[in-house]
Nanobody, 126 residues
Framework: QGQLAESGGGSVQAGDSLRLSCAAS????????LGWFRQVPGKQREAVAA????????RYSAPVKGRFTISRDNAKNTAYLQMNSLKPEDTAMYYC???????????????????WGRGTQVTVAS
């Protein structure tokens, strides 16, 4: 881990918003596929969102669809996850990851991605 740098996490109240950032570097830029994952201790890592196919494809997991928005700025080598209407169930460590494009059937698989960040904590109180 540590190839990417997440930021923007914090402790908020239910209903608040956060924007997470994921920064790559010019020497090791983001690949085509960029995904956001989250994990709670003792539970399996779950995919949250992904953008790929030269930015033409976007996917979201059911719990966040309609509330979260993924985007990327290729000029800045940075991706974002806008998180609105946060719920206590969103509390987790959030990770970004990047890898070569594979396709619709693998956007939510960790094995799709080659490089990961160290994570940023999001805590949502009721």
């Amino acid at each position: 881990q540590g190839q990417l740098a997440e930021s923007g996490g914090g402790s908020v109240q239910a209903g608040d918003s956060l924007r997470l950032s994921c920064a790559a570097s010019d020497t090791n830029p983001m690949r085509d596929a960029l995904g956001w994952f989250r994990q709670v201790p003792g539970k399996q890592r779950e995919a949250v969102a992904a953008i790929y196919n030269r930015g033409r494809s976007r996917r979201y997991s059911a719990p966040v669809k309609g509330r979260f928005t993924i985007s990327r700025d290729n000029a800045k080598n940075t991706a974002y996850l806008q998180m609105n209407s946060l719920k206590p169930e969103d509390t987790a460590m959030y990770y970004c990851a990047t890898g070569d494009y594979i396709g619709d059937t693998s956007w939510d698989l960790g094995a799709t991605y080659d490089f990961w960040g160290r994570g940023t904590q999001v805590t949502v109180a009721s």
